[in-house]
């Protein structure tokens, strides 16, 4: 039977019960070395840092040193509680087998390693594209998003990130692979509506009261003509910018072959964590002037975007449609309540 010819769903058993499900989490080999080089990384930050940051983050660029150490953390302890959310949530419905939606082992591994190739070229490719129009490095996410920036991109690159991210990441790849793979191979399709559409309303409403009362408030700043205006610009931006190409980059593409791969969802999630982190590995925010400055920012990168790159597989995993995390946890939370403010900036709209 070929890929397209599989069934529109193929569904694996109930899901078992949190307290069996977090007995496996924590007896297992790859989050017990996680947590070891997540502790080893702030030992090394300490050591380094000596009580500074290099970083352009001038959002909580004012904070104590110690506020600014422990925050990944504290994001990395809202997360498990968001993960457990989702598998309550989600406990009594039937989970998709994503492992059914990849191909065989050999074909998944030979498509692993080409769109990994690919995802690096394609960001050596932002990063020389914008060096020649002199603009920030593309990453992920937009210079400026989500901690500020001492220089505010223009609107042409603005513009020349969102469209470089969605053309290199989202169209070529989904077209790629939607030749040979269905919607629901590629996450992309719901096998429970009801069920999709509580999680997504559940998630975001906690991931925006925390970003609203613990990260950023900056939005109330604005004058209700600035967020009518603001708000839908920014959705549109980032949805091309950084939620479509992480959705079917990562979330479509790479983690139904990482659970073919490794045959375990928790070693699935931690894979999706590393990828969703590696794909910011030149955020704006990072200072290289440096081997010191270097280290500290690529650890940075891996503290601050493991934890939602896990979330997000936490999510598709639950429900088998990537469209869930797009909607709950990326493009309105955190991009739209956190990130409005300076598209408003950007765009001078009064």
């Known amino acids: 039977m070929s890929v397209r010819d599989r069934p529109a769903a193929t569904l694996a058993a109930p899901s078992p019960s949190l307290g069996s499900a977090l007995r496996a989490i924590v007896a297992h080999r790859g989050v017990q070395t996680a947590v070891a080089l997540w502790i080893a990384g702030y030992l090394l930050v300490l050591w380094l840092a000596r009580e500074s940051l290099p970083f352009d983050r001038p959002s909580v660029a004012k904070l104590p040193f110690a506020v600014q150490l422990a925050a990944p953390t504290i994001g990395m302890i809202q997360i498990f509680v968001l993960m457990a959310v989702a598998f309550l949530v989600t406990r009594r419905r039937v989970i998709p087998d994503l492992m059914t939606r990849a191909p065989d082992r050999g074909v998944a591994v030979r498509e692993t390693i080409q769109v990994l190739a690919y995802a690096l070229v394609g960001q050596a490719g932002g990063w020389i594209v914008a060096a020649l129009l002199g603009y920030h490095p593309f990453s992920f996410h937009l210079a400026g998003s989500v901690f500020g920036h001492t220089t505010t991109p223009e609107p042409a690159e603005v513009w020349m990130w969102a469209v470089y991210n969605f053309l290199i990441f989202a169209v070529a790849p989904y077209a790629y692979f939607r030749r040979r793979y269905s919607a629901t191979d590629l996450n992309l399709r719901s096998s429970n509506y009801g069920n999709d559409a509580i999680l997504i309303f559940v998630v975001l409403a906690i991931e925006s009261a925390f970003e609203l009362t613990v990260f950023d408030r900056s939005i109330f700043s ?17 949805f091309i910018g950084t939620v479509l190409p992480t959705m079917v980059l990562i979330y479509a593409i790479l983690l139904p072959r990482y659970l073919r791969l490794t045959g375990s969802a928790v070693s699935t999630v931690l894979l999706g964590g590393l990828t969703y982190a590696a794909m910011h590995i030149v955020e704006g925010w990072s200072a290289f002037d440096s081997p010191r400055d270097v280290v500290l920012s690529l650890i940075f990168v891996l503290l601050t975007y ?18 869930v995390h797009a909607l709950s946890y990326h493009v309105v939370a955190p991009h739209v309540i956190v990130d409005t403010p300076l598209v408003v900036t950007i765009f001078h709209i009064a």
């Not at 604005?222 to 980032?238: E, I, R």
Request: proline share 9%; no cysteine.
């Open 222 to 238: 604005l004058t209700p003509h600035q967020m009518l205006l603001g708000a839908p610009l920014t959705f549109l931006l980032f």
């Open 306 to 323: 493991f934890g939602p790159g896990m979330m997000k597989g936490v999510l598709t995993l639950r429900t088998g449609n990537a469209w």
